[in-house]
């Protein structure tokens, strides 16, 4: 049973789309990560979120993190094929104990 | 500073072998954790090392075993490999926060 559940698994779009990722649990966190992985390399940390309904954004990519902290969601605005990756969101169950989603593969089409 | 690095890239094996991942971590970090990574899976928690003390371990079983270094290097090992094994190993760093650098993995075909 997967604790952290993304949706969409896999998303195609154009350039220029806006899009969200979601990442949902019945668990509570006391923070959680988003990461971008690209073929041949390891995950990249994107943001922390760790407050209940926080917002935070990195220049087109805003996260926000659920008022319960069960749950988050990544929107991408006007999307461009750099955007093109694997989205994985983590949970920190634990000290130092993060549990990942299975990720969301998206495609930004030229 | 430099990042996180794996050694090998890519190893393949035959069945019933065992193999040794190593892994570098940031300076001055002192906690590494390992993740195996498989497309129907996921990335799923093998272990965490801190001063050279494993802190907390994933549901593998016990084929898999680690250890960490003084200098805060650490090996994983696998022994008596099986088919599903194969796999991306990645390899993470960080100071005393839950936030993890990634290694770029090591790429393990078991044959």
């Known amino acids: 049973t997967q604790l952290l559940e993304q949706s969409p698994q896999f998303l195609s779009i154009q350039e220029g789309e806006n899009l969200t990722v979601y990442c949902n649990s019945s668990s509570v966190f006391s923070s959680l990560q988003w990461y971008r992985q690209e073929p041949g390399e390891g995950p990249v940390l994107l943001v922390t979120v760790v407050t209940g309904g926080e917002v935070k954004k990195l220049k087109r990519l805003t996260f926000q993190f659920g008022d319960a902290r069960k749950d988050s969601s990544l929107h991408i605005t006007a999307a461009q094929p750099g955007d093109t990756g694997l989205y994985l969101c983590?949970?920190?169950?634990?000290?130092?104990?993060?549990?990942f989603g299975q990720g969301t593969r998206l495609t930004i089409n030229p | 500073k430099a990042g996180v690095t794996q050694t090998p890239r890519y190893l393949i094996k035959t069945r019933g072998q065992q193999v040794t991942l190593s892994c570098s971590p940031i300076?001055?970090?002192?906690?590494v954790s390992w993740y195996q990574q498989t497309p129907g899976q996921g990335l799923q928690f093998l272990f965490e090392?801190?001063?050279?003390?494993?802190?907390n371990k994933g549901n593998f079983p016990g084929r898999f075993s680690g250890r960490q270094f003084s200098n805060s290097r650490s090996e994983m090992n696998v022994s008596t490999l099986e088919l599903g094994d194969s796999a991306l190993y990645l390899c993470?760093?960080?100071?005393?926060?839950?936030?993890?650098?990634f290694g770029p993995g090591t790429r393990l075909t078991v044959l």
């Open positions: 983590a949970g920190e169950q634990g000290a130092q104990k993060l549990v």
């Open positions: 993470a760093s960080s100071l005393e926060l839950v936030e993890q650098f």
């Open positions: 300076s001055g970090h002192r906690s």
């Open positions: 090392y801190f001063s050279e003390t494993q802190r």
